[in-house]
């Protein structure tokens, strides 16, 4: 603690010599420039019109703040003191130039960008107005006046002073302060060997310049008075080309030539009235500092510009250059997804097609309710890979919304258990799932989904051994892990598998199915649910997936999730149900299906047709099902409608799609009907088709009742 305070005691130190050291600099330097502008004083000791320190004084208070009066005070109290007056009128005069510069460095910080005053064309005409009518009056008001109120400046004598005063002040301000500022500002630091030498190119043209035209030790005649004119060549070289920094440097180059002539009676402003000369001299080098600041600050605007617009050219061909590159592998992807479902979706083909070979030849009943099943079984394979593609498309266009409940995890474990028992006892593989009694706060169904791409995943790619589902509490949260016994999957390959359609390259690969989707969908339902889930894995000896879920307390109640109906045998009593189709084989299976399950079957291939056969059996349908892709660009949707207006009533109405994308699922959930994707479980078809009408027929009789 000790050694913390003497750190802070030494730095402290420094600080204080810092500060002191400082204000000596500044105070030597105002000092050094006030006794020479005081030499050149002619029409009073302390009216002057060269007065510099106006300027150094002005650039300290915007440089290094406020806290540099008491320098600029103690110097000019120093300088007027040992010039004329007394002591009262020195420390007025001190006063007045404290004041001129404490006010100005505050206006311009406060509406002219503060040091960044000489950066645009505005801010630097707001500057020239401070100097000029704010801040300059105030030090040869109090100054000569104080002079005036003592008895050491004569009346008659007070304007021509206060005008000598406040141009020396002005000029001063205009010359001295963009010099210092822009020298001394970080931005400005920067060289190189072209700025370097044009720098030095248009310094050394700025002192040719002013030695021909103003330099005492050339003949002064007539003809030589119009080259003073020439001084506008390196202002204008430098505004154009080098900047306000460049461009403030010339300008002191020229003042100080032009005042070393004119007091040596030199140049074209030398008259027998030295101060009348003199001030000749202030309006030439206002006149020729102001515009070129102005020009040099447009100029700096432009070329910035000119750089952003560059710049924003690069980043945005950069940005093309990226779009393209994203384009051409999301390219590539669909390229290698296609070849993966082409393959993938051939082998359940091609096993679909064998089975029915089979099926055509002579066949023993329990071989032929074998064949079947392998059907069956193959058709939800198929499915699952369907189901895949349109869970990606639903996560893609943002179509599912977490349903939060708080519900046991065991109910799901069971479902896992029930779910997979038969495929792992297929493959000789064990499965245990550990019991578990806690609760957990997540969407149910969503949340079964996940689960359910681990599990299947890891018997897909688990040869020999087992799989392994449990539970582990972590503070607040549940661990959900499903262990295995797989390949593993290698570390550089280990944020790859979350990616669409990728699937670790092995040679023991099982190539029963899947199309690279299933941990895509569990790792978009996760960041759905914001659920942590942890990976870990060792080649050759299988891996561990880990989901970390909210765990509530066992006493929270929450009702089970409702599943649709499955039922065996559900009652047709002779609905009639109109099937559009615009493909023969589709209405001929639906409708053969739905004859088998007792409904009287209108099939039709278009929304006129439809309407056609209604009007020949001169029958309203209970229920329509539809595809929602028809031909002629129609949709299901517009048919149902338009059969809806004929009949003037609202039919049920069930729409089928192969469509994954996310306008059908929109367009069916905001006009209220189901949407189905192909292929269609029959049973869930059967399930649905069983829920509509009983709601259609329940809000039939509650109407007849009321």
């Not at 082409?342 to 679909?352: E, F, G, K, M, T």
Request: charged share 20%; hydrophobic share 45%; net charge neutral.
């Amino acid at each position: 603690m000790s050694d913390q305070r003497s750190a802070a005691s030494d730095m402290d130190a420094y600080r204080g010599l810092s500060y002191v050291g400082g204000l000596v600099v500044i105070g030597a330097i105002y000092l050094a420039s006030a006794k020479g502008g005081l030499a050149l004083a002619s029409i009073h000791p302390s009216a002057t019109p060269i007065w510099p320190p106006t300027g150094v004084a002005l650039a300290a208070v915007l440089l290094w703040g406020y806290r540099t009066w008491p320098a600029i005070f103690a110097a000019a109290m120093i300088a007027n003191a040992t010039t004329a007056g007394s002591v009262a009128t020195a420390f007025a005069i001190a006063t007045g130039n404290s004041l001129e510069a404490v006010a100005g460095a505050y206006l311009i910080k406060r509406w002219s960008g503060g040091c960044e005053t000489f950066s645009t064309p505005d801010s630097v005409a707001k500057f020239t107005l401070i100097c000029v009518v704010i801040a300059t009056p105030i030090s040869a008001s109090i100054g000569l006046s104080s002079l005036a109120l003592f008895g050491y400046i004569e009346p008659k004598n007070f304007a021509d002073a206060w005008i000598t005063w406040w141009l020396g002040d002005v000029t001063g301000a205009l010359v001295i302060t963009p010099v210092i500022v822009l020298w001394a500002s970080n931005q400005h630091h920067g060289f190189n060997r072209h700025d370097f030498l044009e720098t030095a190119g248009v310094l050394a043209t700025a002192a040719a310049v002013g030695l021909i035209a103003f330099s005492p030790l050339i003949e002064q005649t007539p003809g030589r008075d119009p080259l003073g004119f020439l001084a506008i060549l390196p202002m204008l070289w430098a505004a154009l080309r080098r900047g306000p920094r460049d461009t403030a440097t010339v300008a002191l180059v020229l003042a100080g030539i032009t005042i070393w002539a004119t007091h040596t009676g030199g140049g074209p402003f030398a008259t027998p009235d030295r101060n009348a000369s003199f001030l000749l001299v202030l309006m030439f080098l206002i006149s020729i500092t102001v515009p070129s600041l102005l020009l040099s600050a447009d100029v700096e605007v432009r070329k910035n510009a000119e750089g952003n617009l560059r710049r924003a050219h690069v980043e945005l061909e950069q940005k093309v250059a990226e779009r393209t590159q994203e384009l051409e592998l999301a390219n590539t992807a669909k390229s290698r997804f296609l070849a993966m479902a082409s393959h993938d979706l051939r082998q359940p083909l091609h096993a679909l097609g064998l089975f029915v070979a089979q099926l055509r030849t002579p066949l023993k009943p329990e071989e032929r309710t074998r064949t079947i099943e392998r059907v069956d079984a193959t058709r939800k394979e198929m499915d699952e890979m369907f189901n895949s593609l349109l869970d990606i498309s639903r996560l893609d266009a943002g179509m599912l919304t977490p349903k939060i409940t708080e519900f046991p995890i065991g109910r799901l474990l069971q479902k896992i258990e029930t779910a997979f028992d038969q495929a792992t006892q297929k493959k000789g593989l064990r499965l245990r799932v550990r019991p578990s009694d806690a609760w957990v706060r997540s969407d149910a169904m969503l949340l079964e989904r996940i689960m359910l791409n681990l599990v299947s995943n890891a018997v897909r790619y688990t040869l020999q051994g087992g799989i392994l589902v449990g539970c582990r509490r972590r503070g607040e949260m549940l661990r959900i892990e499903v262990c295995d016994t797989g390949p593993g999957i290698p570390e550089d390959q280990q944020q790859n598998i979350f990616g669409e359609f990728f699937q670790v390259p092995t040679s023991e690969q099982n190539r029963s199915g899947g199309l690279g989707l299933g941990l895509a969908i569990v790792d978009k339902l996760r960041l759905l649910l914001n659920h942590q889930i942890d990976l870990a894995s060792t080649v050759g000896r299988g891996s561990r997936f880990a989901i970390l879920v909210p765990r509530v307390d066992q006493c929270v109640r929450s009702a089970a999730p409702a599943d649709l109906p499955y039922p065996g045998a559900l009652a047709a009593d002779g609905k009639a149900i109109l099937v559009i189709a615009d493909t023969p084989i589709v209405q001929e299976g639906t409708g053969g299906l739905l004859s088998k399950w007792g409904y009287s079957v209108l099939a039709a291939g278009s929304d006129e047709a439809a309407l056609v056969r209604l009007a020949e059996c001169a029958q309203r349908p209970d229920l329509i099902i539809s595809d929602y892709h028809l031909a002629s660009g129609k949709t299901g949707i517009r048919a149902i409608e338009q059969i809806n207006a004929a009949f003037g009533s609202s039919i049920p109405a069930i729409l089928i799609s192969g469509d994954t994308a996310a306008e059908p699922l929109r367009d069916a959930r905001d006009r209220g009907y189901i949407l189905l994707h192909k292929p269609v479980d029959p049973m869930r078809l059967r399930a649905v088709m069983h829920e509509l009408l009983r709601n259609h027929d329940g809000e039939r009789g509650t109407g007849a009742v009321s």
